[in-house]
């Protein structure tokens, strides 16, 4: 049974895998299966019932010549003067807002703005319901690109919206200073909450409020004359507004005549599905990079938290030639968003609020994108729940065994000393109870959060720290603060060696982060989708492969019954698989003329051994040394032993392979109780040809085998040896039926081995350390800078890169005190510690192993 | 509009329209026609009374009752009032206690009968009848009060209140009660929208027709045209002009009002008022703010946690005296240690109701709360009950002069059962307003009646005068004799009623259940037919032998193949 779950767990890990990486690249592929046309679902919406009626395109000129003109006049700042006179004109509702920003990094560093909005009270009901225009204000020295013919067609709008009787929700026209600092703190103060930090973002008061707030549209164009308007939904934490109000938006757009794209891409009509395939997939990619961010590409991303759906539409200027879309046609859109809005008899609820967008027109719904990421983390489940199982069922086994069977088995000690040293006990499987204490894996985990939660407050201190000490600035200090974390995080297995704990332990520190991780991720992906599917992309197949380092003994299964040909006893024989069909489970010797049947049921996952001669083992440099041993195809009568010292030949005809302890000079014990062969069979390799998994070989008459017992070309003939009858002569020496060249050759391949068993190490360690979210950040920044500037020298490259990681990861915390994005949260409090967790996983040294070297 | 009953010992119909030009650009109505005699015992005969309102009033069950359907546009600094129903029923005592909500929503096409227990409440301090009702303490245990927010008033409960004013109404029959009928409508005119591009204004741009003459029954019907901002703002002239002019002073504050009594124009065909501007105004001004308005909002985000929030200004230079009364939904549970009063930063603590020594009627109660209470505040709360009783508040306050004090509760958000969510569940819950009483100091920006009088007359002098003279004389006569009077009352009653909210309460896929019976019936369908075809066909063995196939021939084949290699390998 334990086999089963083992092999159902391995081939599950690999399926998920797999199905995963296909599934995630399907969606735009075959467009029509799991891409969906976008409709509308709210019939609500009428979406361009009614023929446009904007006519104040020559105001919008106007009022565009105007603002020009009057924004020359404020540098750095908005001309609220002119700006409220405007409005006032129109005889609307006319309020500012005022907010502090406290610099959460800075000590009294205060920043302040100043928001200016004005009220179109609803002539049909009483504010209880409203709509927001927002338009982001940036004054002629701000380095984004200005937004005054924005400006100027909203308040042509307003004059126009104020004439009109049909408006049953107010609306609100929004100008906002500081990007999204002004949205962040106007919408704070209208629903008098703070999202951040405390402290930090005073959103102020505020004296005049329409009703609940139901969508809002934030326009930005920065030009009069528009070559396409971009559509942009991600918002704050991956937030997206509701697929509705982003199709009325492209419906409105082409209903108009406005070219408008997704991802700044256009819809592309390649005859070629390939072509069209990677079009739809780059366009893809793009909002799933945009959105694992977590921070709005627009000032819309900061509705949604408040359930008030919004996008930003950005209108870029025409360059190439052909007819733009001026104010005309895009005050006739706004106007039909805005009548489509005040439509609505409802909240925004029919359609998707999860879905990812290849093309203007199509989507990927939840239930098509989901699938591939909950395989993903089923992966990391099904793994802690094997690890578990097996846990479980070693002492199950051993005390459910059979009372003859143990007769069968042999425990023989080739070292006397050793025994005497470590008595039986130190060897029986029974020694393997699960014997783990919950005390060493809950501090651990208590610990590495404690860090995390430390970290998580650390910048304000590391910024102290470096000014004070060093005189550096805010985002360098942070920077080296986190980078001394780091590396006090990777030297801390050093010190959590000592510690040690047995291998139980180790190994369910591994199920605990494993399934913190498979949880982590399945629960930002409820939010964000994309920063889920990203981070399972990177960490879960790494993780799949992290073990404790002796985790091996735990994968050991208990002897096969019906085999009781082979028992591995000590806890140091860590592995033992069949040379034959490695990576299967193997219980083959059903047939008493093959004394060695393997009990190498299902090699664990994480061992990674696909090919029969590849022998990949995680952390393969816990074993300094790699054995192998054969048994004799030539049994005695009487229950061999053999022993298998450290410089012991190789018997390549043999089955198993025997990894040790290299610290452990003599204890590797292979016993086996083999029952006498039958006359006749003498020269018959000890091995069927093929392997057979257990339900095969059951099914299969023994007779069948007894008839055919079949010789295998293993290998190259110079590998076979057989070993002297005597095993005693055996035990301390080279056999010696070896010739020279062959032990050579052997030599030779045990040190390949040997290397290759290293690298795979030392390349577990190193891609776990590249994993480390710091330096994930500092990889895919660099990555980013090198793609912005392909042509800087490298070192130019470096020093930008460098540069810009510092300032993310400032954003980053910024941003989690002004706005509340969880990323930085996420990734230090949780997603650090895991690494950690992880981290010492695989540099765990088990206590067992220290007892043997002893 | 407005209905109000009272029983009184007067007998007059009375037709009435304010109009008031705000600097705004709107145009305040205010319509009002009173219904009052006094009946003699003797003859029970009405003429201008309704008939099912004098059975409704007839069966004695209530004293008072007052009926606000409201649409607000909504700026609370119009000083017009918005946005609610308002049921008020006084009940004397004697008679049954329900209320006859089925009569009056059949006579006004009102969800009425939605008023039930667990909405209603009985306010102790905020709610007194009003217009010629008897000074004696009413027991606040006999008041009802309920909110509909949810209704929405339209032409359909228009065309029955119509029907109600005399001259209208075809059917009119005798009483033998003596009320007071008191029907008013206020409207606000955006000029902006109305006049399409001026500011001129008219009877008829505002009513789409002309004024066809006076009811025949009224012993009143007067136009009154504000034209206080005449001087400051943008100058107008009135066309055709006022044959009167008449100043009212309350409070300190003078009012100029344009008077044309109707009854005396003799009109032949149909007439017309228009306010017509000697100067284009460029800019709309702002309206000076009201002695006291409020604002109330809905704070926090999430489905998780709120908060009601009002916000009340304070115009006035000295402290005023407010009572602050919510009628909170049983859906929406508040918290009572989270009422938080905090005017200018400082936080006021309310007392209890027993800290004030006050007189045992209650009438006399409320006014001594009004005029006399200086330094105390107190609260009454009864806390809701879950699908039976609303959660009522009601605070008594001192609020310091030009203060903005922010009165806040916070909440839960709760699931309702899932027949109990509207059609339209995701449009949100309505919640009921506030409403803030005061008694102002000053008459600024006040266009209300005075609490004793009943037209709009009475607030241009003392209600003595009035009840002396309006039947002697005909009322231009009267202004010309009283307009020098000054109208300066104690205090001028306003009731401010807050915005109503909406909050969206978590709301569950109401297509889920559509999609359960969806898969519930795929389900079925699929297994209907294996289940059909096991019970209704007989199973039979079927010859083993006889089976063949490719897959067994091939099958066959390759072991035989096998069994040669084999062989050979092992030779």
């Known amino acids: 049974m334990e086999e089963g779950a083992g092999k159902q767990e391995r081939t599950q890990v690999f399926y998920c895998e797999k199905i995963e990486i296909v599934h995630t690249l399907l969606p735009p592929h075959k467009a029509e299966i799991t891409t969906s046309r976008t409709y509308f679902s709210e019939n609500a919406l009428l979406p361009g019932l009614v023929k446009g009626d904007f006519d104040e395109d020559m105001t919008a000129k106007n009022y565009q010549s105007e603002l020009l003109e009057e924004s020359s006049r404020y540098p750095d700042s908005v001309p609220y003067p002119w700006l409220l006179a405007k409005f006032r004109q129109l005889s609307l509702d006319v309020y500012t807002h005022n907010f502090t920003l406290n610099y959460p990094l800075g000590y009294g560093t205060k920043y302040t703005g100043k928001n200016v909005y004005a009220i179109l009270r609803a002539p049909r009901s009483a504010s209880t319901e409203a709509l927001v225009l927002s338009v982001p204000y940036r004054s002629p020295s701000s380095a984004h690109p200005g937004t005054m013919p924005s400006i100027a067609l909203m308040l042509s709008l307003a004059k126009f919206f104020r004439r009109q009787k049909y408006w049953a929700k107010d609306v609100i026209f929004l100008v906002t200073e500081h990007e999204q600092l002004g949205v962040q703190a106007w919408l704070e103060a209208y629903h008098q909450t703070t999202c951040g930090r405390s402290g930090v973002l005073d959103h102020g008061d505020m004296t005049g409020r329409g009703g609940a707030i139901q969508a809002a549209i934030n326009l930005e164009l920065h030009a009069e004359k528009i070559g396409h308007v971009d559509v942009k939904v991600e918002g704050l934490n991956g937030q997206l507004p509701n697929l509705d109000l982003v199709n009325l938006v492209h419906r409105m757009c082409s209903k108009e005549g406005v070219k408008h794209t997704f991802k700044n891409r256009e819809n592309s009509n390649h005859r070629d599905p390939m072509k069209e395939w990677f079009h739809q997939l780059k366009t893809l990619m793009a909002m799933v990079t945009t959105q694992a961010t977590g921070i709005p590409n627009g000032n819309h991303g900061l509705f949604h938290r408040f359930g008030i759906e919004a996008v930003t539409l950005e209108g870029f200027e025409k360059k190439e030639k052909g007819s733009p879309a001026v104010f005309y046609q895009l005050g006739r859109v706004m106007e039909g968003l805005f009548r489509s809005l005040n439509n609505l008899l409802e909240r925004f609820h029919q359609s998707y609020f999860f879905y990812l967008q290849p093309t203007t027109d199509r989507y990927i719904s939840i239930g098509m994108y989901m699938p591939p990421l909950g395989l993903l983390c089923a992966a990391l489940l099904i793994k802690a729940f094997g690890l578990w199982l097996r846990m479980q069922k070693d002492p199950a086994d051993s005390a459910s065994a059979p009372a003859g069977r143990k007769g069968d088995e042999d425990i023989l000690e080739v070292d006397k000393e050793e025994q005497s040293g470590e008595g039986d006990g130190a060897y029986s499987v029974e020694q393997q109870v699960v014997n783990f204490s919950l005390v060493p894996v809950g501090v651990a985990v208590l610990a590495t959060h404690i860090l995390g939660v430390a970290l998580l407050s650390a910048p304000r201190p590391f910024t102290t720290v470096g000014l004070e000490w060093g005189g550096l600035a805010t985002e360098t200090s942070i920077y080296v603060g986190y980078v001394v974390a780091a590396l006090v995080m990777i030297l801390i297995p050093l010190l959590a060696s000592s510690i040690g704990g047995n291998m139980e332990s180790w190994t369910l520190l591994n199920i605990v982060a494993l399934l913190e991780l498979a949880t982590l991720l399945l629960a930002v992906s409820m939010q964000n989708f994309s920063l889920a599917l990203l981070a399972a992309t990177i960490y879960t197949p790494p993780a799949l492969w992290m073990t404790p380092a002796k985790n091996r003994s735990l994968s050991l299964p208990p002897p096969p019954r019906e085999s009781n040909s082979l028992a591995i006893l000590s806890q140091h024989t860590l592995l033992a698989i069949n040379r034959h069909a490695p990576g299967r489970m193997t219980s083959a010797g059903t047939h008493p003329s093959h004394m060695c049947s393997l009990l190498t049921s299902s090699p664990p996952a994480h061992c990674g051994i696909r090919r029969r001669t590849v022998l990949a083992l995680n952390p393969p440099t816990r074993y300094d040394l790699l054995f192998r041993a054969a048994l004799n195809d030539n049994p005695p009568t009487s229950r061999p032993t053999y022993l298998l010292p450290r410089h012991l030949g190789y018997f390549p005809t043999s089955s198993l392979w025997i990894l040790a302890r290299p610290s452990h000079h003599r204890c590797y014990l292979l016993t086996t109780s083999l029952r006498p062969k039958p006359a006749g069979h003498r020269n018959i390799p000890p091995f069927p040809s093929t392997s057979r998994l257990p339900s095969t070989s059951s099914s299969m008459p023994s007779a069948a085998q007894n008839k055919y017992p079949v010789s295998l070309p293993l290998e190259p003939t110079g590998y076979r040896h057989t070993l002297p009858t005597d095993p005693d002569t055996r035990c301390r020496h080279r056999a010696p039926s070896y010739s020279k060249a062959t032990a050579q050759r052997n030599q030779v391949q045990d040190w390949c081995l040997f290397v290759y068993c290293r690298f795979l190490s030392v390349f577990q360690k190193l891609l776990w350390l590249l994993l480390h979210p710091l330096l994930l950040l500092t990889i895919v920044v660099s990555i980013f800078t090198l793609i912005t500037f392909p042509e800087l020298p490298w070192d130019e490259v470096l020093d930008r890169s460098l540069g810009a990681t510092k300032q993310a990861l400032v954003f980053a915390i910024i941003d989690s005190s002004v706005y509340g994005n969880w990323v930085f949260s996420v990734a230090t409090a949780i997603l650090t510690p895991n690494w950690l967790i992880f981290w010492l996983v695989l540099n765990s040294k088990p206590l067992s192993c220290r007892r043997v070297k002893d | ?571």
């Open chain 2, 1 to 571: 509009m407005y209905i109000t009953f009272g029983i009184s010992q007067k007998d007059y119909f009375d037709e009435e329209l304010l109009l008031k030009p705000l600097p705004s650009g709107h145009v305040y109505a205010y319509f009002q026609f009173t219904t009052l005699w006094d009946v003699d015992p003797q003859f029970n005969i009405a003429i201008c009374f309704p008939g099912p309102w004098v059975k409704l009033s007839g069966g004695t069950m209530f004293k008072s009752c007052t009926l606000l359907l409201q649409k607000g546009s909504g700026d609370m600094k119009i000083g017009a009032i918005q946005y609610l129903t308002l049921l008020l029923v006084l009940n004397c005592g004697h008679g049954s206690k329900k209320t006859p909500k089925s009569a009056l929503s059949g006579l006004l096409c009102a969800s009425l009968n939605f008023i039930d227990a667990a909405n209603s409440l009985s306010p102790e301090l905020t709610l007194r009848p009003a217009g010629v009702v008897d000074n004696k303490p009413v027991n606040s245990s006999y008041l009802r009060y309920a909110t509909l927010p949810r209704e929405i008033v339209c032409t359909e409960n228009l065309t029955p209140w119509k029907k109600l004013l005399p001259c209208d109404s075809k059917d009119t029959s005798c009483s033998k009660m003596a009320v007071e009928l008191r029907q008013t409508v206020s409207l606000v005119y955006d000029i902006v929208i109305v006049g399409a591009g001026s500011q001129d204004w008219s009877l008829r741009k505002l009513f789409g027709m002309g004024l066809g003459g006076a009811c025949p029954l009224a012993t009143m019907s007067n136009i009154y045209i504000d034209i206080t901002s005449n001087k400051t703002e943008t100058p107008f002239q009135l066309v055709p002009p006022a044959p009167a002019v008449t100043t009212s002073i309350r409070g300190g504050y003078e009012t100029i009002l344009a008077v044309y009594d109707v009854k005396s124009l003799k009109i032949s065909s149909m007439f017309n008022v228009a306010v017509v501007h000697t100067q284009i105004p460029q800019v709309f001004n702002i309206n000076s703010p009201p002695v006291i308005f409020a604002n109330r909002y809905i704070v926090g985000y999430g489905q998780e946690r709120g908060g009601i929030v009002t916000k009340i200004h304070i115009n006035h230079w000295k402290s005023l005296n407010i009572v602050y009364l919510e009628n909170i939904p049983w859906f929406l549970p508040v918290y009572f240690h989270t009422l938080k009063i905090v005017a200018n930063g400082k936080e006021i603590k309310p007392g209890k109701l027993g800290s004030i020594n006050f007189n045992p009627g209650m009438w006399t109660k409320i006014d001594l709360m009004y005029m006399n209470i200086s330094k105390y505040v107190m609260k009454q709360y009864i806390p809701g009950k879950e699908r039976t009783r609303p959660y009522y508040l009601e605070v008594a306050l001192k609020l310091p002069g030009r203060s903005v004090t922010e009165i806040s509760i916070d909440f839960d958000y709760v699931f309702l059962k899932w027949q109990e969510y509207p059609p339209d569940a995701n449009h949100g819950f309505y919640i009921g307003s506030a409403i803030i009483t005061a008694l102002l100091p000053v008459g600024k920006n006040y266009t209300g009646l005075p609490q004793d009088g009943s037209t709009i007359t009475s607030r241009l002098a003392h209600p003595l005068m009035i009840i002396n003279s309006v039947y002697e004389l005909n009322p231009i006569t009267f202004f010309k004799i009283c307009f020098s009077f000054n109208a300066t009352r104690e205090g001028y009653l306003v009731q401010l009623r807050t915005e109503t909210l909406i909050i969206t309460l978590p709301t569950p896929d109401f297509s889920m259940p559509y999609n359960v019976i969806c898969l519930a019936c795929t389900v079925v369908a699929l297994a209907f037919g294996p289940l059909h075809n096991i019970t209704t066909k007989r199973l039979r063995l079927k010859d083993n032998e006889s089976q063949s196939g490719p897959l067994l021939w091939i099958k066959t084949k390759i072991s035989a193949l096998r069994g040669v290699v084999q062989e050979k390998v092992l030779k």
